[in-house]
């Protein structure tokens, strides 16, 4: 535990790289953190000055069933959402990385989801999938299979929504690994495929460790943005049909802005903050020990 | 689609009483005095409104009113919540009817009861009731009145003749519009559409079915639900006759198809209101009916209030409201638009005929507001509630999911419950 | 790598399907009303270039595409320093409470936004930024996104690399500028685009922050296209159009980015 003059150069030096960044974010964000962590102490409806509430809130919280489900719900999708996008991402960049003919104008194409409003989204998405008139339950039939609900079947809305969401994340997914596969050195694959080693076993024992730092990345962020899955819903199902889509932010959106509970939707706010940092830490962690295994 | 946090479009904010309450309260106008009214019009209805307030600002140069877009009227409510926050906040905002209790109790939201029943010249009790009744919470007065719709039968005349149905009339019953739905439906075509998206637009349409059967949202008293009664449950169970049963209504899941459906001849009749007369293309021939009915032909508005904010709404931006309100110079902004008149006796205008000759579809709704938009909607703060639970019982019937009886006696409970609770 | 006909077979088809909304959006905005008021739809009989004249004629289009670009500019320059000098701390530099404040940097994403947006409102007002587009660019000059990014694609880097420039002589800032950013392009490359894309489609930030007509950004503005009641949808579509063509025009031109050069890939 001494601080010899080298530690102490390491601190500033960290500090002084970091800070600029770690400031504005630290103003900017954590803050409003702090702030709402506050709230959720509250009770709070937005027309009236806030009272303290003590732990209300969160017995509140854990006696609504309308949250369990929609916790369920969020997890279940979160499951589907950012193993599927990863599984896909990967070799699409691998294929990406390859240099083929018309290579820039597939990466664009992949890419155009990102760009697409998420409104422009989910009408193109209700109208494909609508049950009468879509194109797919069109081609469902045209080779003799029964025709789905999709985001009107409370039994598949949410793996609708599942599909929809990973056609829309697909394009920043594959981004990030063609990124990382850029800085997987080339020589390195070239000696690989020198050695005899095939494609398969050469993209399991050098791209997947040489990517796994980006693998790190996407999953932290696409949990953190899956846990907190909004948009999409309300553009498509408004949390129906019965709820089978009322996810946690979306059960929070209903009681901040319909319900005005603001303190209870603060509090619904920590339990997904809650959720999300242990699933980080968890995936963190993880992260930090499959580096230690490619060095 | 995108990432990160700051994407969501048009989610709503909202939070923290404590924050919107330590926000100063100030109501600052602009710089150069002008008091802002934010609206959500666009296109031909954002330049009729224009060119009205350009001519009062000539003629008032001590309370000139800016118009401000306010990024589209599903925002209005948080916007205006921001506003508070960031010490801002304009005059006047337009918020949708549903939006108000929202806004009272804030020490922005001023109380006009005295300003507007106390003018006679105004002539408050002449405004349509349903635009009133929007305005107003608590028995206090919090704004005037917008914009005041209600749902009529809007059906596709060559459908009819092709069907060799007759078109319906101001004596329908439930049984002849189930029976011309029933004939409608088929070979990919639907007799009518719902929009089951479980908000209050699949609730809106149950309301007014509640009504024509006799029945109350809730008790008199406003403590308890009414609706699982005799009433409620003929109008589950038309529903569920002719969603699940004939098959003869298209859900639209909340996409809003039902009008492009409607224009393609898929959809031949539909309930909705004065708004959608203007995008029906022009090769559809259609005809406008009151809605069919059991014991009454009851219908529901949907209005839209100008709220008002701090003193110099009161005072500067007041004035310019009650102008627009007035007979003559509100049938100038609706002969631009098509909006229904607002006030009783703008029907009585001599221009009014030309209105009614301009836009001849709208005579039914008008005719409407005097004669079947006799009951609202609560507007209490756990109205919203209510909303959600009554949009979830009524999806689940359409979707054949639950019985009439056990869709109403579960949210009967939920809604009792809401009620309750605060 | 010497097979591209069968990599075809999949990209093609995959491209199809990724495309198929902006092929969508292409078709309305030159359809007539009617035509865009049908379903299902069928294709425009003619080319309705009126929609984008209207688009741009009734509508300050120019001035809202302005105020996005300075925006969106300013914060990915403030995004490419800022997060590669802290996202190169945070991977490299063991440094007292680094790992505690990266935490709480990744801790700021986890709130949903419709909670923290008032509170940040309210911090945009003390600072006397509230409708200015200095509020649009403050909360994303360093995003936790671009620190996270560059931290992770940092551990890629050989350590020796680093190394030897110290042995070298080379100072932290000297070592970071000229041997390990270069290297880094194609993330810096992601960097700036995805910055870009946020900043640029960003919309319940701005909805709520600006008020008066100067200051709105390009999404923004696109709402007065969208009526309460009824939409003109083939106008929305050109406006959506003209909004996306400056950031596809971006993604083409940051490609030639994306792929390391050679030189940079010589080293080990």
Excluded at chain 1, 83 to 97: E, G, Y
Excluded at chain 2, 281 to 303: C, F, K
Aim: aromatic share 10%; net charge neutral; with cysteine.
């Amino acid at each position: 535990m001494t601080l010899d003059r080298r530690k102490l150069a390491d601190h500033a030096a960290g500090w002084g790289f970091a800070a600029p960044a770690v400031v504005l974010i630290g103003v900017f964000g954590l803050v409003p953190v702090v702030w709402s962590f506050a709230l959720s102490f509250q009770h709070t409806d937005l027309t009236s000055p806030g009272t303290f509430a003590g732990g209300e809130n969160y017995a509140k919280l854990v006696a609504d069933p309308l949250f369990w489900d929609a916790a369920r719900r969020t997890l279940v999708y979160v499951a589907l959402f950012v193993p599927v996008t990863l599984a896909l991402a990967l070799p699409i960049a691998v294929m990406l990385n390859q240099r083929i003919r018309g290579v820039v104008l597939y990466r664009l194409a992949v890419s155009v989801p990102l760009v697409t409003s998420t409104v422009a989204t989910g009408i193109m998405f209700s109208w494909l999938a609508n049950p009468q008139f879509g194109l797919v339950n069109a081609a469902l039939d045209a080779v003799g299979l029964p025709k789905q609900g999709f985001f009107s079947d409370p039994g598949q809305a949410l793996f609708a929504v599942v599909a929809m969401t990973v056609w829309g994340w697909l394009g920043f997914a594959v981004i990030i690994y063609l990124a990382a596969l850029q800085n997987v050195p080339r020589d390195l694959l070239e000696a690989s495929s020198l050695d005899g080693c095939g494609r398969a076993r050469s993209f399991w024992h050098v791209e997947l460790p040489l990517v796994s730092p980006a693998t790190g990345f996407l999953l932290v962020w696409l949990t953190i943005n899956g846990l907190q899955l909004f948009d999409a819903v309300y553009v498509t199902t408004k949390g129906g049909p019965l709820r089978a889509t009322t996810v946690l932010v979306y059960h929070l959106y209903n009681e901040a802005f319909v319900s005005f509970d603001g303190g209870y939707a603060a509090a619904i706010g920590c339990a997904v903050f809650v959720l999300i940092a242990a699933f980080t830490l968890l995936q963190l962690r993880f992260n930090r020990r499959s580096h230690y295994e490619v060095r | 689609m995108a990432h990160g946090r700051g994407l969501s479009r048009r989610t709503v904010l909202t939070m923290g009483a404590a924050l919107v309450m330590t926000a100063a309260c100030g109501t600052g106008s602009g710089g150069d005095g002008k008091v802002k009214v934010w609206h959500g019009y666009t296109d031909k209805e954002a330049a009729a409104f224009d060119k009205l307030a350009a001519r009062w600002n000539t003629t008032h140069p001590d309370q000139q009113v800016e118009l401000v877009f306010n990024g589209g009227n599903d925002n209005a409510l948080q916007k205006t919540l921001a506003s508070f926050a960031s010490g801002n906040p304009p005059e006047v905002a337009y918020q949708y009817g549903s939006s108000i209790t929202g806004l009272t109790g804030r020490p922005q939201t001023q109380d006009l009861t005295d300003l507007l029943r106390g003018d006679a010249a105004f002539g408050w009790d002449d405004l349509f009731p349903a635009g009133r009744e929007a305005a107003t919470v608590d028995g206090k007065i919090y704004g005037v009145p917008a914009l005041v719709d209600n749902l009529s039968l809007v059906y596709n005349k060559k459908l009819f003749d092709e069907a060799e149905i007759a078109h319906p009339t101001e004596s329908w019953t439930w049984d002849d519009f189930r029976s011309a739905a029933r004939k409608l439906s088929g070979d990919g075509r639907f007799g009518w559409a719902y929009v089951n998206d479980g908000t209050e637009d699949t609730v809106w349409r149950f309301l007014a079915l509640l009504w024509q059967a006799g029945g109350d949202l809730l008790a008199a008293d406003g403590k308890k639900a009414a609706f699982d009664s005799d009433a409620g449950l003929q109008a589950m169970r038309l529903l569920r006759d002719m969603a699940v049963t004939d098959k003869s209504v298209y859900l639209d899941a909340g996409d809003q198809q039902y009008l492009n459906l409607f224009n393609s001849g898929r959809v031949a009749m539909l309930w909705t209101g004065p708004w959608d007369l203007g995008s029906i293309n022009e090769d559809v021939s259609y005809g406008v009916q009151i809605l069919p009915g059991r014991v009454t032909h009851a219908t529901i508005a949907g209005p839209d209030t100008f709220v008002v904010f701090g003193d110099n709404g009161r005072t500067k931006a007041l004035p310019f409201l009650k102008w627009l309100l007035s007979a003559e110079i509100h049938l100038e902004f609706a002969m631009e638009t098509g909006h229904l008149p607002i006030r009783q006796s703008e029907v009585d205008l001599s221009g009014y005929a030309e209105f009614e000759a301009k836009y001849p579809g709208t005579k039914v709704f008008v005719d409407n507001l005097a004669k079947n938009v006799t009951k609202s909607r609560p507007n209490i703060p756990q109205y919203p509630k209510i909303s959600q639970v009554l949009g979830t019982a009524v999806q689940s019937v359409l979707l054949g999911q639950a019985e009439p009886e056990a869709a109403l006696a579960q949210s009967r409970g939920e809604v009792d419950q809401a009620l309750a609770g605060s | 790598m010497r097979r591209p006909s069968a990599l075809h077979l999949v990209l093609l088809p995959l491209s199809v399907v990724m495309v198929t909304p902006l092929v969508w959006m292409l078709l309305v905005s030159v359809s007539t009303q009617a035509e865009s008021r049908r379903f299902p739809p069928g294709l425009p009989s003619g080319i309705e270039w009126e929609n984008y004249l209207a688009a741009m004629r009734d509508a300050p289009l120019g001035s809202w595409l302005v105020n996005s670009f300075v925006v969106s500019v300013v914060c990915v320059a403030g995004n490419l320093v800022l997060c590669s000098l802290a996202g190169y701390a945070f991977a490299r530099i063991r440094f007292l409470g680094g790992r505690v404040a990266f935490f709480l940097m990744l801790a700021t994403l986890m709130v949903p936004f419709q909670i923290v947006m008032l509170p940040l409102l309210i911090m945009m007002r003390s600072l006397g930024l509230v409708d200015t587009l200095g509020a649009l660019i403050a909360p994303n000059l360093a995003t936790a996104f671009g620190v996270f990014l560059m931290r992770q694609f940092f551990t890629t880097l050989p350590r020796e690399l680093e190394e030897a420039a110290r042995i070298d002589g080379a100072s932290r800032l000297r070592t970071l500028l000229q041997v390990l950013l270069p290297l880094m392009r194609p993330t810096l490359a992601t960097l700036a685009v995805l910055t870009f894309l946020q900043t640029w489609n960003d919309f319940l930030w701005p909805l709520i922050v600006v008020q008066s007509p100067d200051a709105m950004t390009v999404q923004l503005g696109l709402q007065s296209f969208q009526g309460a009641h009824t939409t003109n949808w083939p106008k929305l579509m050109a406006g959506t159009v003209l909004s996306q063509l400056p950031v596809l025009l971006v993604f083409f031109f940051a490609q030639r980015f994306f792929v390391r050069s050679v030189a940079a890939a010589g080293i080990k």
